[in-house]
Nanobody, 126 residues
Framework: QVQLVESGGDLVQAGGSLRLSCAAS???????????MGWFRQAPGKEREFVAG????????SYADSAKGRFTISRDNAKYTVYLQMNTLQPEDTAVYYC????????????????WGQGTQVTVSS
């Protein structure tokens, strides 16, 4: 089993930056079981949506259009941790951000991810 714990969410002014972290732990945690990892977000009253994803090796990444040019996803397999650097934040980025892991391929489909964290709140004030 794999547990994911996110951290780094906060209240920030528009134009500011935040770095989210997601640490994986558990008896079966490994780079293989973590697989393709992603960040999703869910704003009040909206569906959860894909933000960014990173391959097992960290070489290949993908982003939602809303994140391109502002957000950067990376992972440190030695620490079983994935990061999301978010720059130039806007009020529309306000949401609970979730870390996901365990997909066997690059995808934006929530159902393909086996493990989920509890989320971390990001609030951007105007």
């Amino acid at each position: 089993q794999v547990q994911l714990v996110e951290s780094g969410g906060d209240l920030v002014q528009a134009g500011g930056s935040l770095r989210l972290s997601c640490a994986a732990s558990g008896r079966t945690v490994s780079t293989y079981t973590m697989g393709y990892m992603g960040w999703f977000r869910q704003a009040p009253g909206k569906e959860r949506e894909f933000v960014a994803g990173v391959s097992r090796t960290g070489v290949s990444t993908s982003y939602a259009d809303s994140a391109k040019g502002r957000f950067t996803i990376s992972r440190d397999n030695a620490k079983y941790t994935v990061y999301l650097q978010m720059n130039t934040l806007q009020p529309e980025d306000t949401a609970v951000y979730y870390c996901a892991a365990g997909s066997t391929y690059q995808t934006m489909d929530l159902s393909s991810y086996r493990y989920w964290g509890q989320g971390t709140q990001v609030t951007v004030s105007s």
